[in-house]
């Protein structure tokens, strides 16, 4: 028997429940129009009584659509109103008791419903801070944001709205849409040049919470040296560090420990697979210009992309290129003589220091040593470079081999080939320089 008295009271209280979060199906319309009546005239009580019912998905999911874009609507008018009455007490600085959107950002997160959008973004971007119930759409709320950022005239307005953003990307659990990726770049770009200062800054906070952020690096570099505000100056190095040192982690991850894929040298550097992987890996690290990334890159000097990349670290790199001279691949060596050509015609004179000239003057013998190699490819690096030392003692070396270097291409048999049947390529490159050389003023007739 009390058995049966619990069952029965258990019931009893479970439809008193859902009665009170709704009505039974008998009071349903009169109680849906409560709530839209409540939500015109008395708002605040028309909000809690919406919440309570949104709260209670078993019972909201028992309405039909019409009913619930009913109850959507009037809570888009609500919303609109709210956001009035906050702007103006605001605007005269009157402050209020209690949050006026208290469970908003619940109802918001439940419903998803991209109406509510426009209106919560009109309010933000006038100063009503919704950046924390905005952020609940994730992704869904970055097309609008920019199709108004790009519209707003007033720097305050583009401020609202990039700090919008950034507590968006901050919300959001997965990957987006590389049409919103465009966007939020293109945001970045325009933010990190606008003529408000605050804009600029807020900016830069953003650019770690992007996944592909590495094109950012070169202006983030500029504002860490330019920026007339010294925390700005701060902030753009605090981010330029994180950022290289998250791709830092990831070169020495894959490039610097080449045992663990053996077999990527296997497919091109620039095609698809594992050799176009490293080949952007190796583009970033010369990118970056962090000398950290020099002995990973040596590991790959076979490659001209890591060469190149050599070549923009700089100077840092020079005593790793000149070990590289030495060694047995003759791709290395070649590429290791471009590089230190290259690095050194980027460095005049004044720019080097004393100890810097005197490694000019020892790469400078090294190279002359290196025109014995046996490879052909090497010696006409090495008579590139050597171009960029264009000494008293050096151009008589450089005469001699656009002469006597015995290297050469036949090309008798070749088809539909009307040049000289065999061509001394090295002669070729010495007197491409000596001729360069003459250009520039470097050697007299």
């Not at 659990?173 to 408000?196: C, F, G, N, R, V």
């Not at 040296?225 to 010294?230: D, L, N, V, W």
């Not at 925390?231 to 290289?244: D, P, Y």
Request: charged content about 35%.
């Amino acid at each position: 028997m009390k058995k049966i008295v619990v069952v029965f009271a258990l019931l009893f209280f479970g439809l008193i429940s859902n009665s009170a979060a709704l009505g039974d199906d008998k009071s349903q319309s009169s109680q849906i129009e409560e709530i839209l009546t409540n939500l015109r005239s008395y708002p605040d009580k028309g909000k809690r009584d919406f919440y309570t019912l949104v709260k209670n998905k078993e019972v909201w999911g028992r309405l039909n659509e019409n009913d619930k874009n009913r109850l959507k609507d009037a809570f888009s008018n609500y919303l609109m109103k709210k956001i009035e009455v906050v702007y103006k007490l605001r605007k005269e600085k009157i402050g209020m008791e209690t949050d006026p959107f208290e469970n908003v950002d619940f109802i918001i997160e439940e419903l998803q419903d991209p109406r509510f959008i426009p209106i919560l973004l009109e309010g933000h971007s006038k100063g009503v801070w919704l950046a924390e119930i905005l952020k609940r759409y994730q992704e869904d709320v970055i097309l609008p944001l920019a199709k108004k950022f790009w519209k707003a005239k007033d720097g305050k307005e583009r401020l609202r709205l990039i700090e919008a953003m950034r507590r968006t990307l901050g919300y959001i659990d997965k990957p987006i849409s590389i049409e919103s990726q465009k966007e939020i770049k293109s945001i970045l770009w325009a933010s990190l040049e606008d003529t408000y200062a605050p804009n600029r800054a807020s900016a830069v906070v953003i650019i770690p919470l992007l996944s592909d952020n590495q094109e950012f690096i070169p202006i983030l570099q500029k504002i860490a040296k330019e920026a007339p505000y010294p925390h700005h100056r701060e902030e753009a190095q605090k981010v330029l560090e994180k950022l290289m040192d998250n791709v830092y982690d990831e070169i020495m991850e894959v490039i610097g420990g080449l045992k663990k894929y053996p077999d990527w040298k296997k497919n091109k550097v620039g095609t698809e697979g594992e050799g176009e992987y490293f080949g952007k890996l190796m583009e970033k690290a010369g990118r970056l210009k962090d000398p950290r990334a020099i002995p990973a890159l040596l590991n790959c000097l076979d490659q001209r992309l890591a060469a190149n990349s050599l070549i923009l670290i700089g100077i840092e790199s020079i005593p790793g290129l000149i070990k590289a001279m030495e060694n047995s691949d003759r791709a290395v060596r070649a590429n290791a003589a471009f590089a230190i050509g290259e690095i050194f015609s980027k460095s005049t004179s004044t720019q080097l220091t004393s100890a810097q000239l005197l490694m000019k003057n020892e790469l400078k013998r090294i190279l002359i040593r290196e025109l014995k190699d046996k490879e052909w490819i090497v010696r006409k690096n090495v008579i590139h470079a050597l171009g960029y030392f264009p000494d008293a003692d050096v151009i008589p070396i450089i005469k001699k081999i656009a002469n006597e270097d015995p290297y050469f291409k036949d090309f008798s048999k070749k088809k539909n080939y009307t040049g000289p049947k065999k061509r001394y390529i090295v002669r070729e490159e010495a007197q491409k320089v000596l001729e360069k050389l003459k250009n520039e003023g470097k050697i007299k007739e």
